[in-house]
């Protein structure tokens, strides 16, 4: 028997372990074309609370009577499908969980190459494409021009950190304490602003931030949001990407400087990843390279044992996690 | 001696008559290039709150120090220039008062038009050009799309409304009360909500709007904002023009439905109409043969004489405009 975690009632604000549900599952018989595998490692993501609700978004909510599912990269145990063996890494969909029987092509096998397999799930996946297109794409970033990203000591922030350093940007980021502050200074960020500290945030970024942003690159919302447009030059825009303080409540987020938006032109704009996947070659090429040379480095945060991923997916919302959070199957 | 209006003090929140003052100035004499004109039309407009502030924005503050100034139209009196003759009816920026003497290249002369002068202060001017260019430059609107546009009985949401018919969208509007409401459907709006009777704002525009909106053409900000972002549909855009809920006040805008501007790729952005000004050929192209052929029709509110200037811009805040406010000179 399989185990696999479900969603037992959908979360009202922010969720519970009361939420969640390890069932025993069956697993589908080894027919001609599947393969069986073995999860070695799963991500959580903040986009899966989203999930949670039972409304419509860009992607389908959870179901109540089916696994969760999210990303995830596992060995192949038996095969009877061409190109695939035992031993075989592969990426995937069904996460939270520990076996999976399922149709080879919902399989990605991972090539040889030099990296951890959880590269995969990180720097060289989603989450790297996330950081990549929103800052690039969206938020055409140029050389030369001043950023601010929040949640900077997270999975997407700590690579958007990097990607535009790499570009030429001055970087001023904001974190969470003073551990996550000096991680993201290590990541060669000009400014670290712990929006813990005392003080107002705006007031802080504005000290730092001497002649404005034309970047923001927003995984939080709210204040954050707020004080980016406080400072934002003539001409500009705010990638946004997630607004964690905004997905497990029902709260309005209340700004003081919207209007700014007229008087400085200032774009606001939401994308998500799977927008930009035509460009996904250009993604791996750049990130590939950046990875391969350690110029890009995507810190882990892991919990252990398929016990653990409900803990880990709400971890993300009390910022526990330093990087990406990942769970590991032994 | 002619007359001239001057900011007395800066307002704090709304303004109010006690800002103002009309003082005695001294002409300056005419000299070779300059012309003499006797202003016939004043233009007041919201954005010229944002100058009575003393803070640094895409147009300088007024300064206490000299007479306010605005778009006008004024007819030529005497001349030492070249190509100015008594009679002749010149666009120029020295409103708020009564005559001027200045250099003849900071007039433009109306050339021979069938329209009525002060046509050029409204859907031939500014007022249409804002239209014109938020709405299928900023907002890039297409035929077959729907559009949500606040103050739709002003002057620049009722150009909105009929260049949003023109282009072939579906137009829902927003106006305050029913005399409003009566003339922006006259103009062919296919719904009208009027935003002071009962109910929720985000309600009422959802139960026009059954399949969301494409574009928001923004006029108001606040409240307006919020229900537009709760009914946006995948690829929105937001052309933000003005907030005038804003203007007067230091508070904060509150929004429940900003989290969707992930969820449906919304872009926000803020415009001002001089950024098209390499476009403007193309605007009076189009909009000339549109006002000629009455398919553009400026309605307007005229209040008398120089003294009533400045109620006829307060009153543009308390809504008792329809269509373009003007001050009408002997």
Known sequence: MARAW??????????????????????????????????????????????????????????????????????????KAEGFAPGDLVSHRFGWRDEIVGPAHTFVKLGNSSVPPQTYLNTLGMIGATAYFGLLGVAAAKPGETLFVSAAAGA????????????????????????????????GADAVID?????????????????????YFDNVGGDHLDAALGVARQGARVAVCGMIDMYNGTEQVALRNLFRVISHRIRIEGF????????????????GRWVANEDVVGRETVMEGLESAPDAFLALFSGRNLGKMLVRLP
Chains 1, 2 share one sequence.
């Open 195 to 215: 929006y813990k500290s005392e003080g107002d945030l705006q007031e802080k970024l504005a000290a730092v931030a001497k002649n404005g942003i034309d970047v």
């Open 6 to 79: 479900y969603l037992k009632s959908r979360p009202a604000g922010m969720p519970s372990l009361d939420n969640f549900e390890l069932r025993s599952v069956e697993l589908a018989p080894l027919t001609s074309g599947t393969i069986r595998v073995r999860n070695r490692w799963l991500s959580v993501d903040p986009y899966m609370r989203g999930r949670m609700n039972d409304v419509e978004s860009y992607v389908p909510p959870f179901s109540l009577d089916a696994p969760l599912d999210g990303a995830a990269i596992g060995e192949v145990l038996e095969s």
């Open 156 to 187: 997407v922030g700590s690579a958007v950190v990097q990607i535009a350093r790499l570009t030429g940007m001055t970087v001023i980021a904001s974190a969470g304490g003073p551990e996550k502050c000096a991680y993201v200074k290590s990541l």
């Open 272 to 287: 998500i990843v799977s927008d930009f996947s035509h460009r996904l070659d250009e993604f791996r090429a750049a990130m």
